[in-house]
Structures are given as structure tokens and as C-alpha cells.
């Protein structure tokens, strides 16, 4: 699986865009990236995937670069409870237990501020 | 509520004995999966099974062993052979394509 890169630590300010990068230049054309968020002391979320395309749901937009080797994650109006770690993973979408090795890395620390 | 349910919360094992920790879901997934979380780092997956009755070793398999009996039912026992066993412990699950979904862990201490 290819490896992803994104900053440690981020803020933003309750009611505004987060905007959280991640970097995944060794992406394979088949690899989707995901993310997840986990909140402290709780199992990781899942917020949203993709292949190339941006998609967007109830929690997040997602935008993936045209050459693929990097995306952002997008929380329109963050609140106090969107304060948590943020995992941007990459891996060949395969059908049951195959996809078991989700690689989490360090993630980046979304802290909201009020 | 569907979901994954991990018990308990907490656990504190003395030295040189096992522990189980349970995993239960009621999604009607087929594949489910442990993952073990040390403070301030990413998770490691332990097992997983894609299917009833079978299972196979993640990256740090050693010191751990599971059984998947039941479709909704995967738990994971830490032995004495696992040296360093304080840390977080998470299970999953997942359907077809689906994304893995998580319960809320299971803390485990050596006293």
C-alpha cells in the first residue's frame, strides 16, 4: 500500500472550512484514499472515500488532485466536536476481509477552537 | 442500532495470565479484524477473518490468538506470551467493498 504523508497538527476556528491535506505521491491507479477521524478514547470513524472523482457527504467534501498524488479533506463549518485525529489512508479497495491491512499512520491533530 | 460492541472498556491483566476480549456486531458483516493502538501511533492490525471458521495472522499476530465460531462474534484472547499487551485494542468489520466500521476499543492494563 502506498504511504501517505500529512501534517501533525492543524487548527481551525469553530464555524470556519478545515482544510486538511495529505500527500500520497506513490499512489497506485488503483488505490482509493480514505479517511477516518477518531475522537480520544474512541474507535476511528469512517468519513468518506474516493478514486479520483470528489465526493462529498454528510460529514465531509473530499477533492483529489488530477495527477492523484494528493487530496484535502474539507469540514465546511467545524465545530468543538469535530476536534479529533484525522487518518488519510490509501489502499486497493478489495472485496471482504482482504482489505484488512488499513495502514493508519500519525494522522493530523484537527484542534477547534472556539 | 446496528453496530460492533467491544467489552469491557477496560481490562487489567496480571502477569502470565490470559485475557479475552469480546467483539460482538450485529451488521450481518462477514469480515471483522483486531487492531492493537500504543499511545500516540497509528493502529496495527492483529487478525482478521473473512469468513466463519476462518482467520488469518495480521502484522503482529505473535502473542495473540482468535476463533470466529460465529458470524458475529470475533474475540481476541492476549496470552502470556505477549510481553507488552498494555495498549488499546480495536475491532472492525466490513461488508463486500464497504469501508471497515469500529467499535469503541478495549483498554487493556497489566497490573
Known amino acids: 500500500d502506498a504511504k501517505t504523508t500529512q501534517p501533525p497538527s492543524m487548527d481551525c476556528a469553530e464555524g470556519r472550512a478545515a482544510n486538511l491535506p495529505c500527500n500520497h505521491s506513490?499512489?497506485?491507479?488503483?488505490?482509493?484514499v480514505y479517511w477516518y477521524r477518531q475522537i480520544h478514547s474512541q474507535g476511528p470513524q469512517y468519513i468518506i472515500h474516493?478514486?479520483?472523482n470528489n465526493e462529498t457527504n454528510e460529514m465531509a467534501s473530499l477533492i483529489i488532485t488530477e495527477d492523484r498524488k494528493s487530496s484535502t479533506l474539507i469540514l465546511p463549518h467545524a465545530t468543538l466536536r469535530d476536534t479529533a485525529v484525522y487518518y488519510c489512508?490509501?489502499?486497493?479497495?478489495?472485496?471482504?476481509?482482504?482489505?484488512?491491512?488499513?495502514?493508519f499512520g500519525k494522522g493530523t491533530k484537527l484542534s477547534v477552537k472556539p | 442500532d446496528g453496530g460492533i460492541t467491544q467489552s469491557p472498556k477496560y481490562l487489567f491483566r496480571k502477569e502470565g495470565q490470559n485475557v479475552t476480549l469480546s467483539c460482538e456486531q450485529n451488521?450481518?458483516?462477514?469480515?471483522m479484524y483486531w487492531y492493537r493502538q500504543d499511545p500516540g501511533q497509528g493502529l496495527r492490525l492483529i487478525y482478521y477473518s473473512q469468513i466463519v471458521n476462518d482467520f488469518q495472522k495480521g502484522d503482529i499476530a505473535e502473542g495473540y490468538s482468535v476463533s470466529r465460531e460465529k458470524k458475529e462474534s470475533f474475540p481476541l484472547t492476549v496470552t502470556s506470551a505477549q510481553k507488552n499487551p498494555t495498549a488499546f485494542y480495536l475491532c472492525?468489520?466490513?461488508?463486500?467493498?464497504?469501508?471497515?466500521?469500529f467499535g469503541d476499543g478495549t483498554r487493556l492494563s497489566i497490573l
Open positions: 489512508i490509501v489502499r486497493v479497495r478489495n472485496y471482504g476481509g482482504s482489505q484488512g491491512n488499513l495502514i
Open positions: 472492525a468489520s466490513s461488508a463486500g467493498y464497504q469501508p471497515q466500521h
Open positions: 474516493g478514486l479520483k
Open positions: 451488521l450481518n458483516h462477514d469480515a
Open positions: 506513490t499512489i497506485s491507479g488503483n488505490e482509493y
